[in-house]
């Protein structure tokens, strides 16, 4: 259960206590040998109030905590010598109450040090003027005690605010972790899936023939075999329809390689469904090519997939039938090439 005290509210009681203050020095203004240095403390007390109160951000800025200091350094300075001691100066010392109030609020306000050095010159020009005595019967200890109190209730506030911002950044770290973990179990299950899917009747094949296969089923085995990597090095590349264009190209004898570099991970739902079509359409337009390589292209780029078709020599085509054409593209250059489809989808649906 969070328990808070909304900023309003808060401010609200605060500033009720600061006008208490000046209500009780406008009543001694007549018991005061001179009400003129007592209103401008009022009005200096007043404007430190509604700054410390009322500026924006979470801590106050310098500017202004040094401006509530002087304030508590000027009022007792000012309003002090037109105040006779006597035997109970009563509500004539409000100034007293009221620097320690600034002083509380500067402490929540994150500006404690500044606090501090308030009280202690208040207490230090107290017992100058009035003496020892004088800083219990005068509310000095009472005004040094808020602080004290205000001091640790934001020490505590900002300990269980560090805790709280390390709790939430550590269950953050936790639900990161979970959601990957759950990537992965769904991942392994999808790729599985998958390899069971497009392996499991040539497997059970396997097993009812005891490893006797025809040549075309050894084939076969292969094609299967290119396809299972092609889940591991491709899958952004491959929907059905482009699964099933690979393979009609390599049951025809041509060697297609699929490489997914990642530049289709920041693609929205509808551009990779986009992709997938356009590269089943060029897959169809290689029907004579002995050779095609699929790539993706890195983010910055505005094709993102690449689509190369080539057609090689008769003692090429040759090997690539047999299979002896698997290999990476840095052959792809090999002069008695000759380009049969060259293609790039766009990242995007042209405007």
């Known amino acids: 259960m969070k328990v808070s005290i909304p900023a309003g509210i808060a401010t609200g009681l605060a500033a009720l206590f600061s006008v208490y203050h000046l209500v009780l020095a406008a009543t001694t203004l007549t018991r005061v040998t001179d009400a003129g240095p007592v209103v401008a403390c009022m009005a200096l007390y007043a404007a430190a ?3 410390v109160l009322f500026v924006k951000g979470r801590a106050l800025p310098v500017w202004a905590a040094c401006f ?20 109970a100066p009563g509500y004539a010392t409000w100034w007293i109450a009221a620097v320690g109030t600034l002083m ?14 308030g009280v202690g010159f208040l207490a230090l020009h107290t017992v100058a003027w009035a003496g020892v005595g004088a800083l219990g019967s005068l509310g000095v200890l009472g005004s040094i005690s808020w602080v004290l109190v205000a001091t640790a209730f934001a020490a505590a506030m900002n300990r269980a605010t560090r805790i709280t911002r390390d709790f939430v950044r550590a269950e953050q770290e936790t639900a990161d972790w979970q959601a990957a973990q759950d990537a992965h179990v769904f991942e392994r299950q999808f ?5 069971t899917r497009m392996a499991l009747p040539m497997l059970q094949r396997i097993i009812d023939s005891c490893g006797d296969l025809s040549e075309a089923e050894r084939t076969e085995c292969l094609h299967l075999e290119q396809a299972i990597r092609d889940e591991i090095r491709g899958r952004s590349l491959l929907s059905d329809d482009v699964r099933d264009e690979v393979m009609r190209l390599r049951r025809r004898g041509a060697v297609v390689q699929l490489h997914d570099d990642g530049g289709l991970d920041e693609l929205e739902v509808d551009d990779i469904r986009r992709i997938h079509g356009r590269l089943a359409d060029a897959l169809r337009q290689a029907h004579d090519a002995d050779n095609v390589i699929v790539r993706t292209v890195p983010e910055g780029s505005g094709a993102a997939v690449t689509v190369v078709g080539l057609r090689l020599d008769g003692e090429a085509s040759e090997s690539a039938a047999l299979g002896a054409g698997l290999h990476d593209d840095e ?15 766009p990242r995007h649906e042209p405007a």
Not at 78 to 85: R, T
Not at 104 to 117: D, Q
């Open 331 to 345: 052959d792809d250059g090999d002069e008695d090439d000759s380009v049969a489809l060259w293609l790039e989808i």
């Open 104 to 117: 509380v609020i500067l402490v929540v306000r994150g500006r404690g040090p500044f606090a501090w050095v």
């Open 68 to 87: 509530s200091l002087a304030t508590a350094v000027v009022m007792p300075v000012v309003a002090a010598p037109v105040v006779e001691l006597g035997d």
């Open 49 to 51: 109030t509604g700054v």
């Open 191 to 195: 790729r599985l899936s998958q390899t």
